[in-house]
């Protein structure tokens, strides 16, 4: 059964304190892995794939790598503007017949203060 | 293109009672899915449908039933609604290929309470 564990639960930042999140995997044959932001009171909004480890994907002040165990989304100099959960989903090669199907992260809420 | 969108909104039901809550997008996807959000569960998938005419099982599927009778629509309902099943329910809808796996885009969400 693929598993995905995202921490911290959440995180407070100042604005411009960099960090990370951490989004560990368990999943048979990694097909992609996906992040994703959801603003409050709205539906969760696409930011990156990751195909395969080593690699690296970037976005603003957002960037995102894969190892074979876990993904980081990493948050350069963040703003309040950056502020929202943010979710992690895997999807694997047993899930390719069916509908190819994602699995989900709990989330990390990431809170920046000005 | 207004993507993937859901109605109602907001919902509020007593237990017993049905409803049905409707997806639309207009992006010509293949693939459509419905999940429900909870504190501290993440996203569950419900059920899923891989073309028109086509629905199967997700993860969490007791109590709701599904129906995608035109590829732009998926339609899912509670035939009994119970306190259990207040959550927020998003719908998101992904192309097929071959290849790597597609990225899957969100409608705005359903907030549903029942009472």
């Known amino acids: 059964e693929d598993q995905v564990t995202q921490s911290p639960e959440a995180l407070r930042l100042q604005e411009g304190e960099s960090s990370s999140l951490n989004c560990s995997y368990t999943?048979?044959?990694?097909?992609?892995l996906f992040w994703y932001r959801q603003d409050p009171g709205k539906g969760p909004e696409f930011l990156f794939t990751l195909y395969s480890a080593g690699e690296e994907k970037e976005k603003e002040r957002l960037k995102a790598t894969l190892t074979k165990k876990e993904s980081f989304l990493h948050i350069t100099a963040p703003k309040p503007e950056d502020s929202a959960t943010y979710l992690c989903?895997?999807?694997?090669?047993?899930?390719?017949?069916?509908?190819?199907?994602?699995?989900f992260g709990g989330g990390t809420r990431l809170m920046v203060k000005p | 293109n207004a993507g993937v969108t859901q109605t109602p909104k907001f919902r509020v039901l007593k237990t017993g009672q049905s409803m049905t809550l409707l997806c639309a997008q207009d992006m010509n996807h293949e693939y459509m899915y419905w999940y429900r959000q909870d504190p501290g569960m993440g996203l569950r998938l419900i059920h899923y449908?891989?073309?028109?005419?086509?629905?199967a099982k997700g993860e969490v599927p007791d109590g709701y039933n599904v129906s995608r009778l035109k590829k732009q629509n998926f339609l899912l309902g509670l035939e009994s609604a119970a306190p259990s099943q207040t959550s927020v329910y998003f719908c998101a809808s992904s192309t097929r290929t071959s290849g790597a796996p597609d990225t899957q885009y969100f409608g705005p969400g359903t907030r549903l309470t029942v009472l």
């Open positions: 989903a895997v999807h694997g090669t047993k899930t390719r017949n069916a509908g190819n199907m994602l699995t």
């Open positions: 449908s891989v073309g028109e005419g086509t629905t």
């Open positions: 999943v048979s044959g990694l097909r992609g």
